[in-house]
């Protein structure tokens, strides 16, 4: 498994822009797919977007297609969520995960590790 780390959370407007950073640990980081989740107060875990291990293949949730970027750099261990256009229902504990695969990483029961989480509020 890996230890995930994520970072970039915050407080932004309506409208505005964040990045979120996941760090991961070890030596296996490119065989990895990468995933970012979020869960909203009193709502379950929902699959936001994930990225294969290479880079070459992403998918979205439909509520963030066109605003959210996923990407990764594999020398440096990282997954990184770029947010434009931010709503106020976009606003959660977002969670980075791991999975052996990408097809894995669509659900929260295909995940092998997650991150503690970061709060992404957006205000009004």
């Known amino acids: 498994q890996v230890q995930l780390v994520e970072s970039g959370g915050g407080v932004v407007q309506a409208g505005g822009s964040l990045r979120l950073s996941c760090a991961a640990s070890?030596?296996?980081?490119?065989?990895?797919?990468m995933a970012w989740f979020r869960q909203a107060p009193r709502k379950e875990r929902g699959f936001v977007a994930a990225i294969s291990g290479g880079g070459s293949r992403t998918r979205y949730v439909d509520s963030v297609g066109g605003r959210f970027t996923i990407s990764r750099d594999n020398p440096k261990n990282t997954v990184y969520l770029q947010m434009n256009s931010l709503k106020p229902e976009d606003t959660a504990v977002y969670y980075c995960a791991a999975a052996r695969f990408l097809e894995a990483a669509f659900r929260a029961g295909g995940v092998d590790s997650w991150g503690q989480g970061t709060q992404v509020t957006v205000s009004s």
């Open positions: 070890g030596r296996t980081f490119n065989t990895y797919a």
